[in-house]
């Protein structure tokens, strides 16, 4: 049988060591974060009854799922339903196929709920939700959680765009009825603190409000077509206004209207500038005024007015499931230009699944789009390495070899990562495999250290070399 070439899906990435340990160190830094104001640790399963996930993404993101082959004769179902179907069309002549009562085709997309049951997630807050309704009397309200797991969405791979990526999000699911705006605060706070630590300064958070979007749908055309300006203009930095334009008309807008909606989302100026303008062209709309008013108060509240916070009326987080303010953050450095966080305020998310009028908000930072800015910018630590070995033991034949053991688990007991070279090399190629990767110290170990029960310990950051028994090592090592 001829070998086989290893492959990868398309959208998917292997990380080495090296690379492990640099989205280790952003998970650990938003990790402290989401501590620090109070969120708590949560973890769901990889995948979710397709039941949960369907309906709550909209059309598109329906599009997105990674739907699970049920396990077994699949399509045992399937043939079942049309066995049945035909066996009821011979019996009767008078027999018509309803929408749920017809032949389904195998390449159907009406054959998926006969033959998968189970989806990966699309994202952490669907899962959250499902997660609160079913432990509502388990936990505290307002519950306030975070979840660093990775999702899968089928969408076309590109430059900063995967198939498999991890999400860090923070959520808070309060008393029914709360409509308090104090957790938009602290979540903007949470990214500033976060990009801080990541070295990432240069960035932006766009804010926008679903309401405002109803808002702008109702003096455009109706309200009704809310979900349709949102999903379209969602795509605006895909497609461009032209784009959008056409995708629009195809669904009835006439030029008009679209003048009325480019005209809204296109305003520019300082923040209190933009929304007097609004305030105007939104001045029918109900719905509309009360999104700019919940925007006014987070301009004004925030407690770090230096936080780069920007107005955009053309962000519209396609999610369906958002009901308040939208945010969305972007790097200004280096080439890629996508979001690298984004998130909002939900509240009646929990009740799709029978837990209504409780308030929701969240945001997620993705670890994998950071990863390559960080990455692009040079903003890991230097001290950031494949190994966590602090100490390896070089030898020169077995004696020695055995000599260094009971000072390898010394080092272990004390807390210092160290490892013993398993085969006897010749001292520089020992040396090299330390170099490689970056281990610091070097213990050797030759007939002489043996007899006198000391090391030659050499630094290999700075050269320097010196003679020390084990504990001394250990001082100089722990340091």
Not at 113 to 136: C, N, Q, W
Not at 277 to 296: A, P, R, T, V
Not at 345 to 366: A, E, H
Not at 394 to 423: M, N, Q, S, W
Request: charged share 25%.
């Amino acid at each position: 049988m001829a070998a086989q070439k290893p492959t990868l899906p398309k959208g998917t990435r292997d990380f080495g060591p090296a690379d492990v340990q640099k989205r280790k160190h952003i998970l650990n830094a938003i990790e402290k974060v989401f501590k620090k104001y109070g969120f708590m640790p949560l973890e769901t399963p990889t995948m979710e009854n397709l039941s949960t996930l369907e309906g709550k993404y909209g059309e598109e993101g329906d599009k997105l799922l990674f739907r699970i082959l049920d396990s077994g004769d699949y399509l045992k179902s399937l043939k079942e339903h049309n066995d049945k179907i035909l066996s009821d069309e011979s019996q009767d002549a008078t027999f018509a196929p309803s929408v749920s009562g017809k032949l389904i085709d195998l390449d159907s997309k009406a054959a998926t709920k006969f033959i998968s049951e189970k989806g990966l997630r699309y994202d952490l807050t669907v899962p959250f939700a499902r997660y609160v309704v079913m432990h509502r009397n388990e936990i505290t309200f307002p519950f306030k959680r975070y979840q660093m797991q990775p999702v899968w969405r089928a969408d076309r791979p590109q430059k900063g765009r995967y198939r498999e990526f991890w999400q860090c999000d923070a959520d808070v699911v309060g008393v029914v009825g709360s409509d308090s705006l104090l957790n938009e605060l602290d979540l903007i706070q949470i990214y500033d603190e976060a990009f801080t630590k990541l070295g990432i300064i240069n960035y932006e958070i766009r804010i926008n409000n679903r309401k405002v979007l109803a808002g702008i749908a109702e003096v455009v055309k109706s309200i009704d077509v809310m979900n349709n300006i949102a999903v379209a203009i969602d795509k605006l930095d895909k497609i461009g206004e032209d784009g959008v334009r056409k995708e629009l008309g195809e669904q009835g807008f006439s030029d008009e209207e679209l003048n009325t909606l480019f005209g809204i989302i296109t305003i520019k100026g300082e923040n209190k500038e933009i929304l007097n303008q609004l305030k105007d062209k939104l001045k029918s709309s109900h719905e509309g005024l009360k999104g700019i008013e919940e925007l006014e108060f987070i301009l004004t509240s925030n407690p770090k007015p230096n936080i780069n916070l920007t107005l955009d009326f053309s962000l519209a987080r396609g999610l369906s499931y958002y009901t308040g303010c939208i945010f969305e953050v972007t790097s200004n450095d280096g080439t890629l230009k996508s979001s690298i966080g984004g998130g909002g305020r939900y509240d009646n998310l929990t009740g799709i699944f029978g837990l209504p009028n409780v308030s929701g908000v969240g945001i997620s930072f993705g670890l994998d789009r950071i990863y390559d800015v960080m990455e692009e910018l040079k903003l890991f630590p230097a001290q950031l390495r494949a190994t966590s070995t602090q100490v390896l033991f070089c030898h020169f034949d077995e004696a020695t070899l055995l000599y260094c053991l009971p000072a390898l688990k010394l080092l272990r007991d004390a807390g210092i990562a160290a490892e013993v070279f398993p085969d006897n090399k010749k001292l520089g190629k020992q040396l090299d495999y330390a170099n490689a990767l970056q281990i610091p110290f070097a213990a050797i170990a030759g007939e002489t250290e043996m007899q006198q029960q000391v090391f030659t310990v050499k630094n290999l950051i700075t050269g320097e070399q010196q003679t020390c028994t084990i504990q001394t090592l250990i001082g100089l090592v722990g340091q």
